[in-house]
């Protein structure tokens, strides 16, 4: 068994923990679990990525290979194929299992990056056998990417999230058949964009305000019948359709990782990840988190960024230099569903990233009674950022706590 | 002595297992891909008491005499068995005179430690039973275990003493001559055989059809289970039970050996044909929820990662039709519907020993060896033996599914045992069985599938037959 001791240890190699072990520098050591760095990015072979951080629009692995040189240039040490099995939290002590053996690393602190999983079908309690053919749409996508093989013949894709999306495009350009895409609410559930590029494009439909009711088939999968849904998501009996598939590909919602975490994490029950402050603190104070296991972010720009935020707090940290503020909470008022950070520091950058729970045309974004600031359009599939300028955040912390808020403007 | 059993199921593997006790040539078929995938791998995983049993009957006495069997059977074969108990519980004062009877019965049926407890104990031993609750008989004796690993443990241990296992080879026909068995017939070949018994599960009456007898007639009935992911946490710590009603035990909610919970069995009887109908609906899944919610009202569905369901094969009397039939040399093990998981030991146990052994005259072999390794979850060794496996192959080091923890050693072990597909290399590994079922470890599990087999990805199942996972090569 090896033993490190380190100032930063950052659990993760995808776009959150590179930028993290980027920016938290020497004396830093990052652990992924995957044979190589990258994370989900690897398999996005689409572009879209970087036009925030490069200015650029950039593929997923070419995304990947800038923070890649950013990580090399700032000398963190990275071991890959290596796993996090538990965690002490007192002391802390961090237990992972390589090729090479067990592991045991003791950080002054630590910056947890594990991303999301894809929730999967069973959650959906769909009736019906179990036959072969049902994919997450990150499986799928690996599968057609990485290793180059198609998941059926005919596709039906359910859940219009980025992901679902973008296989619908991927699949239809390998030759694929997808009949439909498949979406319970009555709006896409990923960015216009990807709506407009990904389906309207290649004329493949969107039917709104559908759920799927029934699988069929034994061995592989061989029909799928949908229905129009209610307001409160039943199935409305006489509106089934069936579509004659081998292939279900889900986009269903992505599931914060934070197993090893959460026994002694306090967490954000609507974020589904670590209450944390502006510095990507957690209520740990030497843990910090960043990327889709505090929340689920939209693009992997924004994750950097806060994968950078998180990184360069965890160094001060771990040299003791991370200032003691009181903390201002903020609170979720109005349509305000997902919301990062849970709480503001004083005199440190900060962003606001928040989601809203339903569209609004002409809307109004209230932070205390400090900023409003006029949106012209939200919407629950985008989210929302609001970089607070310094004198706003003096204003802000000298209260207790803050309602954040999304109006009718 | 060459004797065949027909049915991979854990009756037929604990009989086959029992069988290589004695000097014989001893085989067993199984019609699927791999062991246990019948009704054993779809039911409540219960290593039950016995207090359910009609005192008297022959299901009564296999019933708690298989309990007891459990804690050296499961530590010879290194399959998971945890005594967790049972409460019954009276959710009404109308409930305490069934409740009572149910006592009673379990006393007179020998079930070991049976307790009366109030609603102050309950509720402070399972805080988040129903407030309503009055009280709870307690069965200290009621057990989980995995049955597909004991299934699958079984006839591994089998093989060591000597079995011969062939796995999708469906039997066809059974030769019978002047009364007595002399071989059978299955897609790949003709057997000659002194000896047949016939295990077969839900197909046990088409068995004996072939064998030309009439009885049992089997029946399946489906129950729809719905499980939760361990990050459900301590929400229960025994089994719970409703008061029964005089059909079936109830819906019950069970702690399961991973640490998640499972709900369920609904039942409901389907036709004799409808034997492969283990599809969930929408009624059956519900009626789970709102069974399960009777006892735990605070259940919390977010959990749920996979419903599914099973086919119990029932008889028209509800006995177990066990023992020699009226041709020389063929013998069943039929209608093992519940509890036979608990009672599937004491079923191979009294059927060899009490049964075949006398009529065909069996001798005991000296080198049986009883005890078995299975494929260890890397994890749950000692720190210190896992660094050796690391180190002797460091293929016990790279974690594969990142849920449940395993090493890319432990799955080509399980395949080199037998695994042939996505849903062997999980039953008997455990890849792909949590909270993310396989989203991010199929396609890593596939390709070593591809590799260990020899075969292209794109014929890799997800449990043999037609059930290919990929749909060919992109294009180039």
Not at chain 1, 47 to 73: A, I, M, S
Not at chain 2, 180 to 192: D, H, N
Not at chain 2, 442 to 451: C, E, H, Q, V
Not at chain 2, 452 to 469: A, F, H, K, N, Q
């Amino acid at each position: 068994m090896r033993e490190k001791v380190v100032d930063v240890l950052v659990v993760g190699g995808g776009a959150a923990g590179m930028a993290a072990a980027a920016s938290a520098g020497a004396q830093t050591l990052l652990l992924e679990c995957d044979a190589e760095v990258g994370g989900v990015l690897n398999q996005c072979i689409h572009t879209g990525f970087g036009l925030h951080r490069y200015r650029e629009e950039l593929t997923g692995p070419e995304f990947g290979h800038r923070l890649l040189g950013e990580l090399e240039r700032s000398r963190a040490e990275v071991i890959s194929g290596c796993t996090v099995i538990d965690i002490e939290h007192h002391g802390p002590v961090v237990h992972a299992v390589g090729p090479e053996g067990r592991l045991r690393i003791r950080p002054k602190a630590l910056v947890w990056a594990t991303g999301a999983g894809e929730r999967p079908f069973g959650s959906l309690m769909t009736p019906g056998p179990r036959p072969a053919g049902i994919f997450t749409a990150g499986l799928a996508q690996r599968f057609v990417n990485i290793h180059g093989f198609l998941p059926g013949k005919r596709a039906l894709i359910l859940g219009s999230g980025d992901i679902g999306l973008i296989m619908a495009r991927r699949l239809h350009l390998e030759g694929m058949e997808v009949a439909a895409v498949v979406e319970v609410q009555p709006f896409p559930g990923g960015l216009t964009r990807n709506v407009v590029q990904c389906l309207e494009d290649y004329n493949i439909p969107l039917l709104l305000c559908h759920g799927i009711t029934e699988v069929h088939g034994r061995d592989r999968l061989t029909g799928v019948t949908i229905a129009q849904v209610d307001k409160s998501r039943l199935p409305i009996a006489g509106s089934e359709r069936h579509f004659a598939v081998d292939t279900l590909i889900l986009s269903i919602g992505l599931i914060p990782e934070n197993e090893l975490i959460l026994p002694f994490t306090p967490i954000d029950p609507v974020n589904r990840g670590p209450r944390v402050n502006s510095l990507m603190q957690t209520e740990v104070p030497w843990l910090f988190a960043a990327g889709n296991n505090v929340v689920i972010f939209d693009l992997v720009d924004t994750v950097a960024a806060v994968g950078e935020m998180a990184g360069a707090s965890a160094a001060l940290y771990a040299r003791g230099e991370l200032p003691q503020e009181r903390l201002t909470r903020l609170v979720r008022g109005e349509n305000v569903l997902h919301l990062v950070p849970s709480s503001l520091v004083a005199e440190s950058p900060t962003v606001l990233y928040l989601r809203v729970s339903r569209p609004i045309n002409a809307a109004m974004v209230h932070v205390g009674d400090v900023i409003s600031r006029k949106q012209s359009v939200v919407r629950p599939s985008e989210m929302i950022e609001i970089h607070i300028p310094q004198d706003a955040l003096r204003e802000l912390v000298k209260k207790d706590e803050v309602h954040v808020k999304v109006t009718e403007g | 002595m060459r004797i065949a059993v027909i049915g991979g199921g854990i009756v037929g593997s604990l009989i086959a297992r029992e069988l290589t006790r004695y000097e014989s040539a001893v085989l067993l078929f199984e019609k699927e891909a791999d062991i246990g995938w019948g009704v054993t791998k779809a039911n409540s995983a219960i290593v039950h008491g016995g207090l359910h049993e009609t005192p008297g009957t022959e299901r009564a006495r296999l019933c708690v005499e298989g309990n007891r069997l459990y804690e050296e059977l499961s530590r010879d074969l290194d399959v998971p068995f945890k005594r967790v108990g049972a409460y019954v519980v009276a959710l009404s004062h109308k409930e305490l005179p069934l409740l009572q009877e149910l006592y009673e019965q379990g006393l007179r049926n020998g079930v070991p430690g049976l307790e009366m407890h109030d609603r102050g104990t309950i509720l402070t031993r399972e805080p988040n039973l129903n407030p309503n609750a009055v009280a709870g008989l307690w069965s200290p004796s009621v057990g989980i275990t995995e049955p597909w690993s004991l299934a699958i443990a079984a006839v591994e241990n089998g093989m060591e003493n000597g079995l011969a296992l062939h796995v999708a080879e469906e039997v066809t026909s059974i030769e019978v001559a002047d009364g007595r068995v002399q071989g059978i017939v299955t897609g790949e070949g003709e057997y000659e055989l002194d000896a047949v018994v016939n295990a077969a599960g839900l197909f046990a009456d088409r068995v004996a059809e072939m064998a030309g007898l009439l009885e049992p007639v089997l029946l399946p009935c489906r129950g729809e289970y719905l499980l939760l992911d361990k990050k459900v946490g301590n929400f229960i710590s025994s089994a719970l039970f409703p008061t029964p009603n005089k059909l079936s035990k109830g819906i019950l909610v069970v702690p399961t050996i991973d640490g998640g919970i499972l709900l369920g069995p609904t039942a409901q009887d389907l036709n004799r044909e409808e034997k492969e109908a283990n599809e969930t609906t929408r009624h059956g899944v519900q009626e789970a929820i709102e069974g399960a919610r009777r006892l735990v009202p605070q259940l919390d569905l977010s959990f749920v990662v996979k419903t599914f369901a099973g086919l119990r094969p029932e008889t028209t009397d509800k006995k177990f039709v066990i023992g020699r039939t009226s041709i020389i040399g063929f013998f069943q093990a039929a209608g093992i519907r519940s509890p036979g998981l608990t009672a599937a030991p004491s079923i191979a146990r009294f059927l060899v020993r009490d049964v075949i052994v006398g009529d065909l005259n069996l001798t005991g072999k000296r080198s049986f060896t009883s005890t078995h390794h299975k494929i260890r979850k890397i994890l749950d060794l000692p720190v210190e033996e896992r660094d050796r496996l690391i180190e002797a192959d460091s293929r016990y080091g790279r974690i594969i599914c990142q849920c449940n923890h395993v090493t890319e050693g432990e799955i080509v072990r399980a395949i080199h045992r037998g695994a042939r597909n996505l849903d062997g290399v999980k039953f008997r590994t455990c890849a792909g069985f949590g909270r993310c079922q396989g989203g991010s470890c199929t396609d890593k599990i596939l390709l070593i599938l591809a590799r260990e087999l020899e075969i292209s990805p794109d014929e890799v199942t997800l449990r043999g037959g037609d059930s290919t996972i990929l749909g060919g090569k992109v294009r180039t």
